[in-house]
């Protein structure tokens, strides 16, 4: 009889798995099998934010090691003025915020928490002499508005009402002080002639040309625009329906050019300016309307344009500048530490 060959083991249903760098893996030799991607590592993560935290810090130090004489000299005469006006300005400053916070507050429908509002608006200041023209501010309200729930379309919208009011508020008042006071008439030689004005207004309709165009060829741009604009003008409608937020967004807008321009004629007070006060919160108006538009880091270009119409006004140029220096150094340097510290603060605290 022929022998008859043992049938081969029935294989098993479950393959094993393919050697390290074969064929059958996929994998480059020598690489092994892929594994799935590790989560960011915990320490990297801390690394990060103790970089947010030092960079505010690390700029205020920079730039009070840039400008040193400019510390020096204001520090001289800051120490030689009244310390009761300029304890009066530095209340002014942070009456300022309140005002400020005010604002943000009734430009959003939303509800927020008042304490933190006003953390964010001191700790604004600090970001201004960072990034010009207000955006460092800007960018730290968005950046605390997101934190608090606040959609990006509402939150950009509301910063866009934010601005409309200010400068609208500001250029209200200024009007009402020129037709109020026959001070402005020495206004008339800062006024820029006709061959100034006309290259910035042939500026201004062509950038604004130019960005119409670019929202209606470029249609990816079109819809983000539009929608934002929806928005913006569905927000403003709400707010204006309720009259606490009417209240604390056009109050406070009116209320911050009065503030800042009187904690001006508290320096200057301190310092023997003797002007009233109404032409110091003119000069002020006019100084901040005339070039506030202008990108400059901590309002340098407002601050030229101030000095030069406070003597205008009559003041003598040694105390003019000297009251400039010491309205930037009461309300913007003396709180760029404390400012920095809240705002690195807030965002380790992931307020921001």
Known sequence: MPSVSP????RSRTAAPPAAGSADSGDPPGTGPRTAARPPSPLGARRLRLVLCLAPLLLAGGWAVVNRPVMYEGVRRLLAADPWWLLAGAGLTVLNCVAASCVRQGALPDRLPPGLLLASQFAAG???????????AHAVTLRFLRGRG???????ASIGLYSVAKSGAKTVVLLVFLAASPAWRRLGDLVPDGRTVVPVVCVTGGVVAVAGVLLRVVRPLWRPVTGLLRTALADAREVHTRPARVVALWGGAVAMPLVQGTT???VGAALGLELPWTHVVLAYLAA????GAVPAPGGLAVDAALGWTLVAFGSPPALAAATVIGYRMLTDWVPLLPGSLLLSALIRAKVL
Request: aromatic content about 0%.
């Open 150 to 156: 606040v959609p990006a379309a509402r939150a950009t």
């Open 264 to 266: 001006l004629a508290c």
């Open 288 to 291: 901040g309307t005339a070039v």
């Open 7 to 10: 049938s081969p083991p029935p």
């Open 126 to 136: 600090a970001a201004n002499h960072v990034l010009p023209g207000g955006l460092g």
